[in-house]
């Protein structure tokens, strides 16, 4: 349970949040991104993009959020 630093791509906010837990509370759906992604299934070694919607507290605006997996 960490805290990661999450960037507002609006507004610039900067804020914390634990991104493990939005994405087990199921507060959030979190994608696998892109077509081009199948071919990199069958690579080795190769970690998934993830990404989740997160909404801003300071400007109130939805965003696209990338899950270091």
Known sequence: ???ELVKCSHCGY???TNIEQIVEDGETVAVRLGFSDIKNIFRRNVAEKLFIDLTCP???KEFEYEVKT
């Open 58 to 60: 300071n400007c109130k």
């Open 14 to 16: 900067r804020y914390r």
């Open 1 to 3: 349970m960490t805290n």
